[in-house]
């Protein structure tokens, strides 16, 4: 069964840092989105990408984080200069619609990221 | 901005036992999905409710979405051990492509 990849699983960083964080998309998925959930707390929207642009951003999504599709494969997530509070799991989704059947979102691993 | 609640934060049940877990929005829904994550893993879609009324069963689960598409339910009967998790729903506000998550439920289950 096809499945979202991440990489890499666990990133430590020092505050101030950049970092990236990988995806790989379902192949033959069109509409890619960035999660957050802090450890023991829910699941927050970051970003939603369709057709090389932001379709939708959240406040938490600010000048810091940018998001790319660099080739036909990859999703990015990078954040420019790291904060404590940036310290998360990231989970990476895509989907292949936005409606009906087409719209189940397809979650990736996560990426812990750790930020000291 | 939108707002999806959830309760209960904990449900601790015996095996065989039933499980409910509610959620409510502070705007009116296009769609509200449901994602069950286990411990240490990531969020799984289970379901997508689209009408108002709407109920879908899988197995022994239930969901159910309000009339008004404010509210959604979760009920499983005869809970089993592999049931443990931390049950989501996510809702959309109409012509908007961002996913709002509860803060979940977590099921524990007793053998």
């Known amino acids: 069964e096809p499945e979202v990849t991440q990489t890499p699983s666990h990133q430590v960083t020092q505050m101030g840092q950049e970092v990236i964080l990988r995806c790989v998309p379902i192949s033959n998925h069109l509409y890619f989105y960035w999660y957050r959930q802090i450890l023991g707390q829910k699941v927050e929207f970051l970003v939603s990408?369709?057709?090389?642009?932001?379709?939708?951003k959240s406040e938490i999504f600010d000048d810091q984080f940018s998001v790319e599709r660099p080739d036909g494969s990859n999703f990015t997530l990078k954040i420019r200069s790291t904060k404590l509070e940036d310290s998360a799991m990231y989970f990476c989704a895509s989907s292949e619609g936005l409606a009906g059947p087409t719209y189940e979102q397809y979650f990736g691993p996560g990426t812990r990221l750790t930020v000291t | 901005g939108q707002q999806v609640m959830q309760i209960p934060q904990y449900q601790h049940v015996q095996e065989g036992e039933d499980f409910t877990t509610y959620c409510n929005s502070s705007?009116?829904?296009?769609?509200i999905q449901w994602y069950k994550q286990r411990p240490g893993g990531h969020p799984v879609f289970l379901i997508q409710l689209v009408k108002s009324g709407e109920v879908k069963k899988q197995k022994r689960l239930t969901f159910q979405f309000g009339e008004a598409k404010k509210n959604s339910s979760l009920h499983i009967t005869a809970t089993q051990t592999t049931d443990v998790g931390t049950y989501f729903c996510a809702g959309e506000e109409d012509s908007s492509y961002k996913l709002i998550f509860g803060s979940g439920t977590r099921l524990l289950v007793r053998p």
């Open positions: 705007t009116t829904l296009s769609n």
């Open positions: 990408f369709y057709n090389n642009e932001i379709s939708e």
